[in-house]
């Protein structure tokens, strides 16, 4: 079957999100036969957070074909309903409709074990190594490139967000996009957070294509503050969650463990990694795609198995500690605190724990919403209201409840130290600053007792 036909039939996947998701060209359903595409089913979506919230064991391919439907749905509306009639005329082109659902299917294809702990510890990118995958000689590539021979270019562009047109990439990346709608939905179902809901089938009716890429019409604008709100939520309550951070601290200084006991003795390189994870931990590596592409949470988790007897105390700890779920206890950072962080610093020093890996500084951030500013660092796609008159505002002035919300960044800063400490804290000065901490534990948002 040539890559341009449609199937005689449509496929479809059994979806707790949206019912189904259907596949109706040749060429989605090679793409997701990859072995590339494949892999995601050994990425979970949220790392470490099965830790906190049990349920949310759901992977990366759930999430990307998940995104995929919603472009599918969006760009099947807007070939309907606003395709282009005129050159210039600001409206949608029915070209461009499987480029939009090919982006959304691939968007993620790059990311590493453990996400976003993995790229900051091995200084890697998950999107620079999406597009390396699109053009590099991968399956991905070559079922591209048999489809339009500059397609793994048109299609890595929309990544990188330099694709000319700004309504393909707006619906792939921007603040209301096709991403962010599938993992939070999927995100709040699979962890039990009701409060990450909210009525995506009016956002997707009151979408439409204009000159400046996407904007919603009024009808549907409560549906965009519920979503914004439902963002905002998310974050406070599930992404930032002290014990899933807790727990990334532990997987990051018991893999910078690693690194350094590699470093110290090459030699034990793959006695200690295993030939597959052995490249990640070279120093001065840059990991080929193909090694990338066989890094996987499941290699990680056998290899963190296995030293859990390594003759190094430090590292067999801290990966009991991992595997068996015993985070590191944290305390905001605030002016309360600051004073004495490099105090209880010592204190852990004293109580035989070495700061290097028991001790952590870590800080959450988050822009729920903002409007575009064009000298801003990272200038952000605005969300556009269309009114009745055809002209268009943007979401927070028109909406009290997101204009509260714009441009208020959420941080949430904690410093980490051993949960033992509590019990088993040496003498008076830790009592003495456990004293100091209490009312910020007591107080602390994240209430105890409470998925922790």
């Known amino acids: 079957m040539h890559l341009l036909e449609k199937l005689a039939r449509e496929k479809v996947l059994r979806d707790p ?72 005329d600001g409206l949608w082109q029915p070209a461009e409709r499987m480029l939009t659902m090919v982006a959304a299917l691939l968007h993620d294809i ?14 890697t990118d998950h999107e620079a190594m999406t597009q390396a995958i699109i053009t590099g000689d991968t399956e991905i590539n070559h079922i591209l490139a048999a489809y339009r021979p500059d397609f793994p270019n048109e299609v890595a562009a929309v990544i990188a967000k330099s694709y000319e047109n700004p309504q393909v990439v707006q619906l792939i990346s921007s603040q209301l996009d096709v991403d962010r709608m599938d993992y939070l939905l ?16 009016r956002i997707l009716r009151t979408m439409k294509p204009c000159a400046t890429g996407i904007a919603f019409d009024i009808g549907g604008m409560h549906a965009v503050e519920d979503y914004i709100v439902s963002r905002y939520q998310m974050y406070l309550q599930v992404y930032f969650h002290p014990v899933s951070r807790g727990m990334e601290v532990l997987l990051e200084h018991l893999l910078v463990r690693v690194k350094e006991l590699i470093a ?16 990640v931990f070279r120093p001065d590596h840059d990991l080929t795609i193909a090694e990338y592409l066989r890094l996987d949470d ?86 556009d209201i269309v009114l009745a008159d055809g002209s268009h505002r943007e979401l927070s002035a028109l909406s009290t409840l997101v204009a509260a919300i714009k441009g208020q960044a959420s941080l949430d800063q904690r410093f980490f130290f051993p949960k033992d400490m509590l019990k088993d804290g040496p003498d ?21 007792g409470k998925n922790n």
């Open 298 to 383: 499941h290699l990680f988790y056998t290899a963190i198995n296995g030293w859990q007897d390594y003759p190094d105390p430090i590292l067999a700890d801290l990966s009991q500690r991992f595997l068996n779920r015993k985070p590191l206890k944290s305390i905001p950072i605030n002016e309360l605190s600051t004073p004495f962080l490099a105090e209880l610093t010592d204190t852990v020093a004293e109580a035989g724990f070495d700061p290097r890996y028991y001790t952590a500084q870590n800080e959450a951030y988050d822009l729920p919403y903002d409007d575009y500013q064009p000298a801003a660092k990272k200038p952000r796609t605005q969300i």
């Open 110 to 123: 790059g990311h590493g074990a453990f996400s976003h702990t993995f790229e900051h510890l091995f200084h």
């Open 17 to 88: 999100i949206h019912g189904f998701i259907h596949i109706q060209d040749q060429l989605i359903l090679d793409l997701i036969n990859t072995s590339e595409f494949q892999r995601l089913r050994r990425v979970q979506q949220l790392g470490v957070t099965a830790s906190v919230f049990h349920g949310a064991v759901h992977d990366r391919f759930g999430h990307s074909v998940g995104a995929y439907e919603l472009a599918r749905r969006i760009t099947e509306s807007f070939n309907q309903y606003y395709a282009s009639q005129t050159p210039g």
């Open 428 to 448: 008076e000065l830790f009592k003495a600053l456990h004293e100091r901490f209490r009312t910020l534990i007591q107080n602390d948002p994240f209430i105890p």
């Open 264 to 279: 110290e003795n090459p030699d034990t390189e793959v006695e200690l990694a295993g030939p597959l994870l052995a490249p």
């Open 186 to 201: 999927r995100d709040a179902y699979y962890t039990g957070a009701a409060y990450g809901e909210f009525d995506i089938d």
